[in-house]
């Protein structure tokens, strides 16, 4: 499974955080990778619509994610706004944004 | 620095009082009723009146208070706890009145947003975003290590950050003045989320934070920092703050968050689809000729400018598609009908657009100027700086 997270919006932008990121599951750390899997399952990523979530009028600096994930021949993107309410994808944008911490702190550290 | 209210009385009875006589106490009166009074002349109704008069007027709400004619500060705090959740409204953790809690985003929250009324009602006699005493509801806590701070239409959200790139989101002053600010550009404007438009809508958003930031720690405009988001950004990040008002492209310049993206001046607009067609890139533009004009007049940025641009957004000729050229004409006539036609106040607004690449020519403003405003009885130039 493959999946690209982006950001866009929020209170500032900014320019690394706004770039794409990409997770290929096979190079993440089994456990984490399993359950990605089983996040994109239960969330039934790929029978989501498009675009989940409505902009509030007036609203402002909120964070609009796009979402996609290819498996298995099946390639799907979803866009997500913030307050993103329903709990499945709420939590796979958790596990994702962790994902991204983790491999951010691994890259930060000397290499030997 | 206090963020206590100051519970003065503010005398009711200026309120019905013609401007010539509330102008006599502003110059002769005591040091409170000077104070009172100046805030009431702060509320400059002419605009207020003509757009009611329009059609523009004639499709908003129309059952509005003016501003000048409360009699108190209307202050209507709510903090709620949101616990790592993001499913509102959380638990309510300390409403108007109440000591602090402790929880440090929780007071911080109540006494940011409490500065922020403040800001308004002292400044420019304006009862919260609506003008009407609206509650301010925050919400803190927001998720988990959640990195942002939005304003969802009606409520203003909190993050904590993730310590790794951003402390909490409640820091910074400016940061909930410039969230709150967006509640009342959406009430006054507004102006569309998208492209110019959107980058002037998040401009004055930057404005007003800075300035309520400016006001609390009493800063004239050489003093203060004209960063948004000082503090915000954790340890080990390289930047000072989200934005710089004054030196745009100079806030950051991360391994992690990249370099800061903000233009200084035209020829250097960014065109771009995202963020909304770059609305918090391009801000930096009429940020910078607020920054500048705010400079070239000297002492506190909000009584001047700060009113330029107020009255600005207030102006019915702002429409919700605005742009940068026809804004700086409107905040340029501003300062001609606030401060006199010619004035220093003109000329360094003018001068400001100039600098950031706007050239601001009255002459091409759409809507004709209406002569009536030249009256003289209606210029508060006159009144003593204060």
């Not at chain 1, 979803?78 to 944008?93: A, F, G, I, N, S």
């Not at chain 1, 994702?96 to 911490?101: N, S």
């Not at chain 2, 009711?12 to 006589?21: F, R």
């Not at chain 2, 925050?138 to 969802?152: C, E, I, P, T």
């Amino acid at each position: 499974m493959h999946i690209e997270l982006k950001r866009e919006g929020g209170i500032a932008f900014l320019p690394g955080l706004n770039r794409p990121r990409t997770f290929d599951l096979r190079d993440l750390p089994p456990a984490q990778a399993e359950a990605l899997t089983r996040s994109v399952h239960a969330a039934s990523f790929f029978q989501q619509p498009a675009v989940v979530g409505t902009a509030a009028k007036g609203a402002a600096d909120q964070t609009r994610y796009t979402l996609t994930i290819e498996e298995g021949g099946r390639r799907h993107t979803v866009q997500l706004l913030e307050p993103v309410q329903e709990p499945h994808l709420r939590e796979l944008l958790e596990l994702l944004k962790q994902a991204e911490r983790d491999l951010r702190r691994e890259a930060a550290r000397p290499h030997q | 620095m206090r963020l206590v209210h100051p519970g003065w009385h503010r005398h009711s009875l200026y309120c019905i009082l013609p401007p010539y006589v509330v102008r006599t106490i502003a110059q002769n009166g005591s040091p409170a009723q000077r104070a009172a009074a100046l805030r009431t002349m702060a509320v400059d109704s002419t605009f207020r009146a003509l757009r009611l008069s329009s059609a523009v007027g004639a499709q908003r709400a129309p059952a509005r208070r003016l501003g000048g004619m409360m009699a108190e500060s209307q202050r209507q705090r709510f903090i709620y706890d949101m616990s790592g959740q993001e499913g509102f409204p959380g638990t309510l953790a300390r409403s108007e009145g109440q000591g602090a809690t402790g929880d440090v985003a929780v007071d911080e929250a109540y006494d940011g947003l409490g500065a922020t009324y403040d800001f308004f009602w002292e400044v420019f006699g304006r009862d919260s975003l609506d003008d009407s005493g609206m509650p301010l509801n925050a919400h803190v806590h927001y998720g988990v290590n959640y990195d942002n701070a939005f304003w969802d239409g009606q409520r203003m959200v909190f993050g904590d950050g993730d310590g790794e790139l951003f402390n909490r989101f409640t820091i910074s002053l400016d940061v909930i003045g410039h969230e709150l600010a967006h509640g009342m550009t959406e009430d006054e404007g507004p102006l569309m989320y998208f492209r110019q438009a959107g980058a002037l809508n998040e401009s004055i958003s930057d404005i007003f934070g800075s300035l309520v930031k400016q006001k609390f720690l009493n800063q004239t405009a050489d003093q203060a920092d004209w960063l948004i988001g000082a503090g915000l950004l954790a340890e080990g990040v390289q930047g000072k703050a989200l934005r710089s008002m004054k030196d745009p492209g100079t806030a950051y310049d991360d391994p992690v968050l990249g370099k800061d993206p903000q233009p200084a001046h035209m020829r250097d607009f960014v065109k771009t689809w995202e963020d909304n067609g770059g609305v918090h890139i391009n801000s930096s533009i009429p940020n910078r000729a607020f920054c500048l004009a705010a400079l070239q007049l000297g002492g506190y940025a909000w009584e001047k400018v700060g009113r330029i641009w107020y009255e600005a957004l207030r102006d019915m000729r702002l429409r919700p598609d605005c742009g940068f050229a026809r804004f700086a004409r409107i905040t340029s006539l501003c300062a001609s009908r606030l401060y006199g036609e010619g004035g220093t106040e003109e000329a360094a607004v003018n001068d400001a657009w100039g600098q950031v690449g706007i050239k601001v020519t009255r002459e091409k403003v759409s809507v004709a100027r209406v002569p009536t405003l030249k009256a003289p009885a209606a210029q508060p130039s006159r009144r003593p700086s204060a």
